[in-house]
T-cell receptor, first 113, second 110 residues
């Protein structure tokens, strides 16, 4: 069964360092989402792509976060510099088209020391 | 923004018991989804509801889309240990955006 792949699964970094997360959506899925999930809360959308274009990044802290999906397939989310409050689970999801079911990857758990 | 209240926050039950949880909002939605998240994993879709008043089942799970379109309920019958996890409601805000509740953490004891 096709799955959303994410790496790394875990990342420990020191504050002020740069970190990057990678996501490979289900093949053929045009829409890709990055969510942040703080411990004890539900996922919150950071950025949404339709193919290679950003359609919503209103909740992305653009002073330190960036996301790209250059060829409309896999995607990278970067944080530079990381801050203590960035410690969270970063989830990637994809859907065939925006209105279809979103399938989530296993997430990358980030700990900033 | 939309206010979403999910309750209860956590439940500790014995295997075989039935479980009920709900989400309420001050906003109207056209779609309600229910996801389950196990430790260290991403959420997995359990049930999708598309019409006010709709009642849908998936095995031992039953969910309802409230008639006012502002709430939804999820019931689990005859709970088993593998039901352990966090259950999230996730109504669809517009055509493709979801917002997630704070989750109901379910623990099942044998």
């Amino acid at each position: 069964e096709a799955e959303v792949a994410q790496s790394p699964r875990y990342k420990i970094t020191e504050k002020s360092q740069a970190v990057a997360f990678w996501c490979d959506p289900i093949s053929g899925h045009a829409t890709l989402y990055w969510y942040r999930q703080i411990l004890g809360q539900g996922p919150e959308l950071l950025v949404q792509f339709q193919d290679e274009s950003v359609v919503d990044d209103s909740q992305l802290p653009k002073d330190r976060f960036s996301a790209e999906r250059l060829k409309g397939v896999d995607s990278t989310l970067k944080i530079q510099p990381a801050e203590l409050g960035d410690s969270a689970m970063y989830l990637c999801a994809s859907s065939l088209r925006g209105i279809e079911t979103q399938y989530f990857g296993p997430g990358t758990r980030l700990l900033v020391l | 923004g939309q206010q979403l209240n999910q309750s209860p926050q956590s439940m500790f039950i014995q295997e075989g018991e039935d479980v009920s949880m709900n989400c309420t909002s001050s906003s109207i939605f056209n779609t309600w989804l229910w996801y389950k998240q196990e430790p260290g994993e991403g959420p997995v879709l359990l049930i999708a509801l598309y019409k006010a008043g709709e009642l849908t089942s998936n095995g031992r799970l039953t969910a309802q889309f409230g008639i006012t379109r502002k709430d939804s309920f999820l019931n689990i019958s005859a709970s088993i240990p593998s039901d352990v996890g966090i259950y999230f409601c996730a109504p669809r805000v517009n055509t493709d955006k979801l917002i997630f509740g704070t989750g109901t953490r379910l623990q099942v004891f044998p």
